[in-house]
């Protein structure tokens, strides 16, 4: 089945960076869509980031285009997520996560996932 290991979360000043990495084992990352989701306490998982490796193309949400990018390494065993210019409402945790559903969007069409790592962003 292989697994997801996230990394790179932390404490972190309002208008400062984060990389937060995925790191998978085994066939993982063998899925239609690799992505990066956040959940506040308390709430869903939402939807922050994702990439699809069929069509190669890159989808973010409205909120943080601009600041995070979403990007693997070449041997589709790495998923990063770049974050800039981090604000306090950014603060929660964060999972990365694949699946061969339809909607990128969806964290119900994500069937693996790591076991997340907090974000705190001061202000």
């Known amino acids: 089945q292989g697994q997801l290991l996230e990394s790179g979360g932390g404490l972190v000043q309002t208008g400062g960076s984060l990389r937060l990495s995925c790191a998978a084992s085994?066939?993982?990352?063998?899925?239609?869509?690799v992505g990066w989701f956040l959940q506040f306490l308390g709430k869903e998982r939402e939807f922050v980031a994702a990439?699809?490796?069929?069509?190669?193309?890159?989808y973010s949400e409205d909120s943080v285009n601009g600041r995070f990018t979403i990007s693997s390494n070449n041997a589709k065993s790495k998923l990063y997520l770049q974050m800039n210019s981090l604000k306090a409402d950014d603060t929660a945790v964060y999972y990365c996560?694949?699946?061969?559903?339809?909607?990128?969007?969806?964290?119900?069409?994500?069937?693996?996932w790591g076991q997340g790592t907090q974000v705190t962003v001061s202000s």
């Open positions: 990439f699809s490796w069929v069509t190669c193309r890159t």
């Open positions: 996560a694949a699946g061969s559903g339809r909607n990128y969007y969806s964290h119900r069409d994500y069937d693996l």
């Open positions: 085994g066939r993982t990352f063998n899925r239609y869509f």
